[in-house]
């Protein structure tokens, strides 16, 4: 049987380590969606703002900000929602 270590020392079994790795992405993935959702709402209250004052241009880039992120927020929630593993990605 073949068995990794870690540089901490922690043994694995070839399916242990790939689980292992597998939950780590995952988890990555996870705040990286809650990261870009996150952004996404600060751009958009930054362009409400800077309609509510006035400022177009402002609130256009904002706006475009907003609107190139929300493409990766799909990939990701489909990448992690429609049961596939990480690693078929």
Known sequence: MTRFRCRVGHAY???SLLNAQNDAYEAALWTA???LEERVD???GMAR???ERGQPLLEQRYESRRAEIEP???TLTEMLTDGS???KQ
């Open 33 to 35: 969606l809650r990261a």
């Open 72 to 74: 990766h927020i799909v």
């Open 85 to 87: 593993d990480v690693d």
């Open 13 to 15: 079994t070839t399916e």
């Open 42 to 44: 600060m751009y958009s």
């Open 49 to 51: 703002r800077a309609r």
